[in-house]
C-alpha cells in the first residue's frame, strides 16, 4: 500500500482524526501531535491485529500490548514508513516481531494458542473437500509447518475469516499474490495430511517441525 493509498482507504477516518490529532491513541505516546494518516492507520489495522496477535499469545492484553508495541515502533518511523512501497507489509512484519517477543518474554513458543481456530469449515473444505480427514490437529501441525507467508494467508483467510481482499490489505500485498500463496499452501497441505489432488487419504503424510510465527 502507497501512502495515496493509506489515506485513501483510510478516508473519512482520516478526516475525523485530524480535528483531534493531539488525543493520545493506545499505547502511543504522543511526544507531538500524531498524523492524520497515522490514526487513519492505526484504526483500520488495529482490530486485525489485536486479533493475531491474540491467537499467539492466548488473551487480549497480552495481544494489546504487543500491538501497542508495534504502533509506537511506527509511529516514531512514520515517515520513513510512508516512503515503503507498502507500509502495510513493514507493520505487519514489526507486529510479527511484537508477538514473538511478547510470547518468548513469557516463556512460550510463538505458535497458535487456541487450536480450535484450525476447526472451521472454510479450513476444512479448503483442505480437505471430500472430509476424510477428521483430526483437526493434523492440520494445526502441518499449518505450523507452512512457510511464514503461506501459513499467514492460511490463517488469516480460512481461520480468521478474512476475505482475500481484506487479507492483501492486512499483509499489504496484492489480492493476485494473497490467491496464489493460498493456492500454494493448500497444495502444499494436501501433500503434508497425506491427502491426494481429489482430496482422498493417500496413506502418506510428511513429517517436520515449525513455529508458524518466525523471526
Known sequence: MTEAETSSSAGSAASAGSAGSAVPLAGVTPLSPLPADFRAFHQLYRPAYVRWAELYLGTR?????????????????????????????????????????????????????????????????????IGELEESLCIYQAIRELPERQHDVIVLLYCMGYTTAETADILGISVPGVRSTARYARHRLKEALGLDGGGKR??????????????
Not at 504502533?71 to 508477538?99: C, M, N
Not at 518474554?105 to 480450535?116: C, E, I, L, S
Request: charged content about 30%; glycine content about 10%.
Open 61 to 129: 492484553a497480552d495481544a494489546e500490548e504487543a500491538v501497542d508495541r508495534t504502533f509506537e515502533q511506527l509511529a516514531a518511523d512514520w515517515g520513513e514508513v510512508l516512503r515503503l512501497d507498502s507500509p502495510a507489509g513493514y507493520a505487519w512484519t514489526i507486529l510479527k516481531h511484537r508477538t514473538i517477543d511478547a510470547a518468548r518474554a513469557r516463556g512460550r513458543r510463538p505458535v497458535v494458542v487456541d487450536t480450535a481456530v484450525f476447526e472451521t469449515q472454510a479450513l476444512h473444505t479448503a483442505v480437505d473437500p
Open 202 to 215: 493417500s496413506g502418506k503424510r510428511k513429517g517436520g517441525d515449525g513455529d508458524g510465527v518466525t523471526g
